[in-house]
C-alpha cells in the first residue's frame, strides 16, 4: 500500500478496476474515466435535439404538405400507388391509370345550344371531383380535371362541371366529342384498360350559323339603323382586348385590365402557334389554332385579379382586375 501525498496522510486511494485509475475518498472525485459514458450520452441526445429541429424546419411549422413533386421527377415517378399505372396511353403521351370498377371516376357529357354561341357543356361526374389548386401533383384517388377533345383533337382543360364551346371551334359537319378524367399528374384514369371517357355528336353549322347564333330578320325601312360598336369591340361586349402572340412574345405588352364586376370582356388572341389560352378563377380556357383569331367572351362576376396566361408557352397576356 502506497500513500499519496495529494490526499491526507493515512488514507487510501482505491483503485477502479475498469480503468485503473483512482477514486477519491475524501473529495468524492471520480476517476476520468468515468467522465467518457457521460459525455457520449450527452453528445448523441444533442445531435438527437439537432436533427429533430432541421425536420422541422423542412417541413415547415404548421405549414400543410405538398403533393407536388420534387424538380428533375415526372409526374409519373411522383404518383404514389393509386392504381396501377399501364404502359398504354390515351392516344396522346398521357399513361393510363388503372383503378377497379368498383368506386371508380365516372363522366357523362351533355351538350345544349347556347342562346347566344355555340353550346354550354355540362359534365356529371360520379367518384370524382375537379381539383384545380393541385394539378400538377401526385393522383390523388378520384380528383383530377378532364380534357375536351372534338374528333380526337384537344380543345381544352376543365376544370369544373360547366365549359362554353363557341360554335367558331367546330367546323361544318358532323362531330365527336369527348370528354375524358385524368389525374393532377396528368396520367389518365382507366377502367378495364381503357380511359374513364364520355361522348356526345355535334354538328357545325356554316360559318357564323352555328348552334345557339342569333339570325336577324332584315329591318322595317322606318327603322333607325342600329347603332354600330366602337371600333375594336366585340358584340355584348362591354370591354375587348387584343392580343397578338408571335415569336414568343406578347403585344402590347401584359398590363392590367380594369373591369367592373358585371362587366362583359371579350379576350381576342391571335397566335402564331398552336396553343390554349386560360383564364385564371374562372376556369376559362380557349383553344387558340395557329394563325387565326380567336376570342374568348365572359362576364366578370368575381372581383379580384386573374392572370389570362397561355398552357403550352407560358405566356401572361395580361391581369383582369375586377373591383
Given at each position: 500500500m502506497t500513500h499519496d501525498p495529494a490526499h491526507p496522510s493515512g488514507s487510501v486511494a482505491p483503485t477502479d478496476s475498469a480503468g485503473g485509475r483512482t477514486w477519491c475518498d475524501a473529495c468524492s472525485t471520480p476517476p476520468r474515466a468515468a467522465h467518457g459514458p457521460r459525455r457520449t450520452l450527452r453528445s448523441a441526445a444533442l445531435v438527437a435535439v439537432l436533427l429533430l429541429l432541421a425536420g422541422g424546419a423542412a417541413t415547415g411549422c404548421g405549414g400543410r404538405a405538398t403533393t407536388h413533386h420534387k424538380p428533375g421527377t415526372s409526374h409519373e415517378q411522383a404518383s404514389g400507388s393509386v392504381g396501377t399505372l399501364l404502359e398504354t396511353d390515351d392516344g396522346a403521351g398521357h399513361r393510363l391509370r388503372e383503378v377497379p370498377a368498383e368506386g371508380a371516376p365516372e363522366v357523362r357529357v351533355s351538350a345544349r345550344p347556347d342562346t347566344e354561341d355555340g353550346w354550354n357543356l355540362q359534365l356529371t361526374v360520379r367518384n370524382f371531383r375537379f381539383t384545380p389548386d393541385s394539378t400538377g401533383g401526385a393522383a390523388l384517388p378520384g380528383a383530377g380535371h378532364a380534357h375536351l377533345?372534338?374528333?380526337?383533337?384537344?380543345?381544352?382543360?376543365?376544370?369544373?362541371?360547366?365549359?362554353h364551346l363557341p360554335a367558331a371551334q367546330v367546323p361544318e359537319g358532323a362531330h365527336t366529342l369527348t370528354v375524358r378524367l385524368y389525374a393532377d399528374d396528368h396520367t389518365a384514369w382507366a377502367v378495364a384498360g381503357k380511359p374513364v371517357e364520355a361522348a356526345v355528336p355535334l354538328t357545325g353549322g356554316p360559318p357564323g350559323q352555328g348552334a345557339g347564333a342569333h339570325t336577324h330578320a332584315p329591318a322595317p325601312a322606318a327603322s333607325s339603323p342600329p347603332a354600330s360598336s366602337p371600333p375594336g369591340e366585340s358584340p355584348q361586349a362591354d370591354r375587348t382586348v387584343t392580343i397578338a402572340i408571335r415569336g414568343g412574345k406578347v403585344t402590347p405588352a401584359p398590363g392590367r385590365t380594369e373591369l367592373r364586376r358585371g362587366d362583359r370582356v371579350a379576350l381576342r388572341v391571335t397566335s402564331d402557334r398552336a396553343d390554349t389560352l386560360h383564364v385564371h378563377g374562372y376556369d376559362k380556357e380557349l383553344a387558340l389554332p395557329a394563325g387565326?383569331?380567336?376570342?374568348?367572351?365572359?362576364?366578370?362576376?368575381?372581383?379580384?385579379?386573374f392572370e389570362v396566361e397561355t398552357h403550352e408557352s407560358g405566356l401572361v397576356?395580361?391581369?383582369?382586375?375586377?373591383r
Amino acid at each position: 500500500m502506497t500513500h499519496d501525498p495529494a490526499h491526507p496522510s493515512g488514507s487510501v486511494a482505491p483503485t477502479d478496476s475498469a480503468g485503473g485509475r483512482t477514486w477519491c475518498d475524501a473529495c468524492s472525485t471520480p476517476p476520468r474515466a468515468a467522465h467518457g459514458p457521460r459525455r457520449t450520452l450527452r453528445s448523441a441526445a444533442l445531435v438527437a435535439v439537432l436533427l429533430l429541429l432541421a425536420g422541422g424546419a423542412a417541413t415547415g411549422c404548421g405549414g400543410r404538405a405538398t403533393t407536388h413533386h420534387k424538380p428533375g421527377t415526372s409526374h409519373e415517378q411522383a404518383s404514389g400507388s393509386v392504381g396501377t399505372l399501364l404502359e398504354t396511353d390515351d392516344g396522346a403521351g398521357h399513361r393510363l391509370r388503372e383503378v377497379p370498377a368498383e368506386g371508380a371516376p365516372e363522366v357523362r357529357v351533355s351538350a345544349r345550344p347556347d342562346t347566344e354561341d355555340g353550346w354550354n357543356l355540362q359534365l356529371t361526374v360520379r367518384n370524382f371531383r375537379f381539383t384545380p389548386d393541385s394539378t400538377g401533383g401526385a393522383a390523388l384517388p378520384g380528383a383530377g380535371h378532364a380534357h375536351l377533345e372534338l374528333d380526337g383533337r384537344k380543345l381544352a382543360r376543365l376544370y369544373g362541371p360547366w365549359f362554353h364551346l363557341p360554335a367558331a371551334q367546330v367546323p361544318e359537319g358532323a362531330h365527336t366529342l369527348t370528354v375524358r378524367l385524368y389525374a393532377d399528374d396528368h396520367t389518365a384514369w382507366a377502367v378495364a384498360g381503357k380511359p374513364v371517357e364520355a361522348a356526345v355528336p355535334l354538328t357545325g353549322g356554316p360559318p357564323g350559323q352555328g348552334a345557339g347564333a342569333h339570325t336577324h330578320a332584315p329591318a322595317p325601312a322606318a327603322s333607325s339603323p342600329p347603332a354600330s360598336s366602337p371600333p375594336g369591340e366585340s358584340p355584348q361586349a362591354d370591354r375587348t382586348v387584343t392580343i397578338a402572340i408571335r415569336g414568343g412574345k406578347v403585344t402590347p405588352a401584359p398590363g392590367r385590365t380594369e373591369l367592373r364586376r358585371g362587366d362583359r370582356v371579350a379576350l381576342r388572341v391571335t397566335s402564331d402557334r398552336a396553343d390554349t389560352l386560360h383564364v385564371h378563377g374562372y376556369d376559362k380556357e380557349l383553344a387558340l389554332p395557329a394563325g387565326q383569331e380567336a376570342t374568348l367572351t365572359l362576364t366578370a362576376d368575381r372581383t379580384g385579379l386573374f392572370e389570362v396566361e397561355t398552357h403550352e408557352s407560358g405566356l401572361v397576356l395580361t391581369q383582369l382586375l375586377v373591383r
